[in-house]
Each structure stands twice: as C-alpha cells, then as structure tokens.
C-alpha cells in the first residue's frame, strides 16, 4: 500500500470548518468515484470526528491522504487536536457515551462508518483519530 | 444572521433545508420552528430534507427535537425526503429517529399531515382546546 502523494488538509477551529472538512471529504470521494452510499458514510464519519476535534478537541486540523494499492483506492483522513486529551477511551467509545451535549455517537458512530479506525489519545495530549475507507 | 426559512401553508409549516447546516444553524431552525408553531397555532409541520446530502448525528437529533417539541406544543411533524444513502448511514451511524414520523416525498407528507390532524380533531369533538 502505497500513498499517491496527494495529502491535504482542513483547519478545524469552527463549527464551519466541519462543513468545510465535510465538503473536502465529498469532493475526495466524489472524485475518487466512490459510491454514493460510501461517500456518504465517510462523509458523515468525517462530520463526527471534525465536531469532536472543535468541541472536545478545542480545534485542531483534519488531513487526508489517498491510498492505493493493487487492487483497491481507499481514502484514510486524520483527526488531529492538541485538546485534554480521551482519559477513558472504552467509556468514550461507548454509545451513547457523552461527555458534552451530544448524542454519545460521534466516535462509536465513526467507527462503524469506516472500514478500518484508530485511536491516540494520551490525557493533556491531544487526540489523533485516524479512519479509512477502502471504494 | 442566516436563517432557514419557514413558510406557513393554511394550518402547516414547511420548512426545506437546502444549505448545509452548520450546527448553529439546526440550532436556530429549532428554536424558530419552536416560536413559529406557537404564534401560528400550527397544526403540523413538514420538514423536508431531500436537499440534505448527509445526517450526521447532531442533525439527527435536531430532527427528533423538532418531532419531540411540536408535538409539545399539539403539532405533528413529517420528516420527508430522506435520501436512500443517508438513511442508511444514519441508521448504521446508531440512530433509528424513534418517535420520528417519516414519507418518502412531500406530497405523501402532507396527506399524513391532513389525516393526522383530522383523526386528532374527530378524536377531541371538533375542537381544539388550548
């Protein structure tokens, strides 16, 4: 697997970068031909974890890498804030978990929406959320 | 400051979003809505999202506030229009709208809307208290 060296990003410091990041998000998906569905499921995912990082995260950025190999293109977008960090991540992954005023399905809910998640988050460092979606 | 318009229709309010909401924005709709119905006596609302290319769960749970607080306040809302590919995404992002009415388009909203409202008023006598 081998990125194609395009990479970008958004900066995610208002509730209008979440729109922005999520036009970014359809625009890469639209352009790599993804299907409909899968578009809009990366799209909503991004919409989640941008939120995040401008509530919880206190801003922060997201940046996006396309991915190919063989016989398939993906679409991997990071999450990243400098905020207080996830002090329980099983508690955070939970459904209906909130910590704000939300539904508690941002990041579980992400995670179901993407095909691959990762998570790095260390209290007083910041949360780095990582998913990829494979067309 | 941006705004979602409401327009009146006899006894309903249709309400069409065909911006991508930022979160202050379904903030404002609600809140809108919510004095709308109020000062219209409005029997029902139909809200159309078939611009919306995508529901995440904070739009999600606009549109339960929404049902949740007009039927508070004796109104019944139709959530119409949902594009196939959202509503797959919102049900596998975890939310169902429970409580949430649904039609496939506007026309078929709106004699939801008229049957609702007639059952309701030949259910009370004709009139409507309050």
């Not at chain 1, 978990?97 to 460092?125: H, I, M, V």
């Not at chain 2, 809302?77 to 939310?95: S, Y």
């Amino acid at each position: 697997m081998a990125a194609t060296g395009q990479a970008s990003e958004v900066e995610l410091q208002t509730e209008q970068d979440v729109v922005r990041a999520r036009q970014a998000v359809r625009k890469l998906t639209q352009d790599l031909k993804f299907g409909l569905v899968d578009q809009t499921k990366l799209v909503t995912a991004a919409s989640e974890l941008a939120r995040n990082a401008v509530i919880h995260g206190g801003g922060g950025r997201m940046e996006w890498e396309v991915l190919s190999d063989k016989s398939r293109v993906g679409v991997r977008l990071h999450f990243i804030d400098q905020g207080p960090g996830i002090p329980d991540i099983q508690l955070a992954m939970t459904d209906g978990w909130t910590s704000g005023t939300g539904l508690g399905l941002g990041l579980s809910g992400a995670k179901r929406l993407s095909n691959e998640f990762e998570l790095d988050t260390q209290p007083g460092r910041g949360t780095r959320v990582s998913i990829t979606r494979w067309k | 400051m941006e705004r979602i318009p409401i327009l009146r229709i006899g006894e309903f309010l249709l309400v069409t979003i065909q911006v991508d909401m930022h979160d202050q924005l379904a903030m404002n709709l609600q809140d809108d809505l919510s004095s709308r119905i109020q000062t219209t006596g409005a029997r029902g609302v139909l809200l159309d999202i078939s611009g919306l290319d995508m529901v995440d769960s904070f739009m999600g749970r606009m549109i339960a506030n929404i049902s949740a607080l007009s039927r508070v306040l004796d109104a019944t809302t139709v959530v119409v229009g949902m594009q196939p590919a959202v509503a797959i995404t919102l049900v596998e992002l975890g939310m169902t709208l429970p409580g949430v009415r649904t039609a496939l388009n506007a026309e078929l909203g709106m004699q939801m809307l008229s049957s609702a409202v007639a059952s309701e008023e030949s259910a009370d006598g004709g009139h409507r208290t309050g």
